[in-house]
C-alpha cells in the first residue's frame, strides 16, 4: 500500500466534492461520482502496488474526512461544505434519508468507496496516461482561463468566480481553444518523451 498516496486522494476526493459542486453547480450532482474516480485515478497511476485496495481506502478515508467535515461545520472559507446527488440517486437518497439522518455522510462513504475503487483501475492502465494526461491539461487550461476572467473583472461587484468558471465552460472558444491545446501538447509530448 502506498500510504502517501492514499492520504492525498483521500483529500482530493473529500475537498473536490464540495468544490466542484460550488464552483460548478451544474455538475453539483455529480462531483462527488466525479471526484471518487478522478482521486482513484490518481492512485491506480503509476502504482507498484495492488492499486485497486488502494483506491478503496482512499474513497473510505475520504468519505470519512467529508463526513466529518460536514458535521462540524456548515462552510469553509465561504464555501459550503454540502453534496447533492444525481438524479437517478436522489429519490434513493430522499427515501432513506427519512429514516436515516445520515445518509448524506454515508452517500460520500459508499460512493467514494465504489468509485475510487473503479478509478484506480482505470489509472492503473498504462494506456491511460494519455487520457489523464489531455484531462489534466485540458483543466489547468479551463482554471486559466476562470483566473483570466476574474483578472479582468477585478474590482466588479456583481462578479464572482463561480461567473468566472461558468463563462469559460459555456464559451465555444474557449473550449475549442482547451481541447486543442490539450491534444497538441499530449501528441507532442508522447511523440519526443516517447
Not at 488502494?54 to 474513497?59: C, E, M, R
Request: proline share 2%; aromatic share 16%; net charge positive.
Amino acid at each position: 500500500m502506498n500510504l502517501k498516496k492514499v492520504i492525498l486522494a483521500a483529500l482530493i476526493y473529500a475537498v473536490w466534492s464540495f468544490l466542484i459542486g460550488y464552483f460548478v453547480p451544474q455538475l453539483a450532482g455529480w462531483a462527488v461520482i466525479m471526484s471518487a474516480l478522478a482521486a482513484g485515478i490518481y492512485v491506480g497511476y503509476k502504482s507498484k502496488s495492488d492499486s485497486f485496495n488502494d483506491g478503496l481506502l482512499a474513497g473510505l478515508f475520504g468519505g470519512i474526512i467529508g463526513a466529518v467535515l460536514m458535521n462540524y461545520t456548515s462552510s469553509l472559507v465561504g464555501i459550503p461544505l454540502k453534496i447533492e446527488t444525481s438524479e437517478f440517486i436522489s429519490p434513493v437518497v430522499a427515501l432513506i434519508e427519512s429514516s436515516f439522518p445520515w445518509v448524506s455522510e454515508l452517500y460520500l462513504i459508499v460512493i467514494g468507496t465504489i468509485f475510487c475503487g473503479i478509478g484506480s483501475i482505470f489509472g492503473s492502465r498504462k494506456k491511460l496516461g494519455k487520457v489523464f494526461l489531455f484531462l489534466a491539461l485540458f483543466l489547468l487550461f479551463i482554471f486559466y482561463g476562470a483566473i483570466d476572467n476574474v483578472a479582468w473583472n477585478w474590482g466588479r461587484a456583481d462578479w464572482t468566480w463561480n461567473m468566472s468558471i461558468s463563462h469559460v465552460l459555456t464559451n465555444r472558444i474557449d473550449l475549442f481553444i482547451a481541447v486543442v491545446f490539450a491534444a497538441f501538447t499530449t501528441i507532442i509530448a508522447f511523440v519526443f518523451l516517447g
